[in-house]
């Protein structure tokens, strides 16, 4: 594959044979990027484990992703008033269940009160493909509106590893301040070594790499990271 001169360049720049602390790589990044759109900031972590299914959780990003998210949260009663008073940017109950029953998905984040579930349930083929059920194991069926509000608005993620075993998560935008961007790919990356299942054993992480969405991925000495 042909490569462009500014990739080459930005190639150029890394010793692959070094393993830099998080601070250095996102210096490297920040001091190569050459694209003129605001590029994500992702991380790639290769784990290790027999079944990359029960490889998935949640975390709270501090900085937050740099990507607005459209909440919906379907509720009745009082709830709803509280949804909108948190920040929901769509609230409703059966209305709004056949809505999306219909195929609407202008959002990113569905939460549910426990009395909706049975209705919810039925929404598998239009939440369930995009990955937006709500789930009580990762804090979208809740009574407590206002606090799962706060934290999907404020930087919360849900991941996964796909089927070679690396969970990609975007962590910022090459717009952020670097103290900002080294704290969410330390949290991330914390978080997931928090959630390992407990028969993960020995070396649970691979590898760790960043990039920004145009440049090349620069490897993390993740023992350097873990708490």
């Not at 409703?92 to 609407?104: L, R, S």
Request: proline share 3%; with cysteine.
């Amino acid at each position: 594959m042909k490569r462009g001169k500014k990739i080459k360049e930005a190639r150029s720049k890394i010793d692959k044979s070094v393993l830099y602390s998080v601070e250095d790589a996102v210096k490297i990044m920040m001091d190569n990027k050459f694209s003129k759109f605001n590029e994500s900031v992702d991380i790639a972590i290769k784990v290790v484990h027999k079944s990359y299914q029960n490889i998935r959780g949640t975390a709270v990003l501090p900085a937050g992703t740099g990507k607005e998210k459209k909440v919906l949260v379907i509720c009745k009663g009082d709830k709803q008033k509280e949804a909108q008073e948190a920040g929901a940017d769509y609230v409703g109950a059966e209305d709004i269940i056949e809505k999306i029953k219909g195929g609407w998905v202008d959002y990113q984040a569905v939460v549910a009160t426990p009395d909706m579930m049975k209705e919810v349930g039925k929404l598998g083929q239009v939440l369930g493909k995009r990955g937006l059920m709500p789930k009580p194991k990762s804090g979208t069926v809740t009574e407590d509106i206002k606090g799962i509000i706060k934290e999907l608005k404020g930087g919360r993620v849900e991941y996964r590893a796909d089927k070679t075993g690396v969970i990609h998560m975007m962590v910022g935008k090459v717009s952020f301040e670097s103290p900002a961007l080294v704290d969410n790919i330390k949290t991330f990356f914390n978080q997931v070594m928090k959630d390992k299942p407990s028969d993960a054993k020995g070396n649970f992480i691979r590898s760790v790499h960043v990039s920004s969405t145009m440049g090349p991925g620069i490897k993390i000495n993740h023992k350097g990271i873990e708490k």
